[in-house]
């Protein structure tokens, strides 16, 4: 994202290392009569973060496929949409665009997870499908695989709870696949997805990678 500066980078990375805190270890300690307290904070953080996202794509002259006021209400029936070729054709995982598709589709995850967490079930498919969506244009890499393995299983997990047991298993077995293809096909390390908002001095290194 290229007309972003080091400053307003900065800001995004905090306010993502904020949700991370809010989601993770504030809301343990929220109070029984109002118990999604830090999830609701948190869900404004990344809100933020996408509409700082989306305002610098548009700024880049990119075509903006995301909703207006970071909020989008898809009503078509949920399927996996996995390609066949999604290992060999669509965005270079490390390349600008497949970047900044994979840090939109991250935030989407995130605030899917945030939506499910707290018991707002239609909110969080959306933004999960959403997700898939912007990983639609990618093609699997080191750079994206967790992303494109993790919205899955969200998915799976979801459906599962409403004994939706064959969509479930959808999401599922193509969450298996890609990660069994993957490590055969490519095998390196998969860069983490809380790598997306991370400033430089603090991205995870190879070796750190290794030992998860």
């Known amino acids: 994202m290229a007309s972003i500066n080091s400053v307003e980078w900065r800001s995004i990375c ?3 290392t ?14 029984e009569n109002d118990p999604f307290r830090s999830k609701y904070k948190a869900r404004e953080c990344l809100r933020e973060i996408y509409c700082s996202l989306k305002s610098f794509e548009a700024g880049d002259g990119e075509e903006d496929t995301g ?19 999604a290992f060999s054709q669509g965005l270079s995982g490390d390349s600008p665009a497949g970047m900044r598709a994979a840090k939109l589709g ?5 605030l899917g997870v945030n939506h499910v967490d ?20 990618c093609r699997v890499s080191s750079e994206n695989v967790s992303l494109f393995i993790h919205v899955r299983n969200q998915l799976g997990i979801l459906w599962a709870g409403r004994d939706e047991t064959e969509t479930a298993h959808g999401f599922l077995e193509t969450a298996e696949s890609i990660y069994q293809r993957y490590m055969k096909e490519d095998g390196r390390p998969p860069t983490d997805m809380t790598e997306y908002f991370s400033t430089e001095e603090n991205l995870l290194t190879h070796q750190e990678r290794n030992k998860r």
Request: charged share 35%; proline share 7%.
């Open 14 to 16: 905090e306010k993502f």
């Open 18 to 31: 904020n949700a991370q805190r809010l989601t993770e270890t504030e809301s343990r300690n929220d109070p």
């Open 67 to 85: 909703g207006d006021n970071c909020e989008q209400r898809p009503t078509d029936q949920p399927v996996d949409g996995q390609r066949e070729d």
């Open 106 to 110: 991250a935030v989407e995850y995130y």
């Open 118 to 137: 707290t018991e707002e079930l239609p909110a969080g498919q959306e933004h999960l499908m959403n997700c898939l969506k912007m990983l639609d244009k």
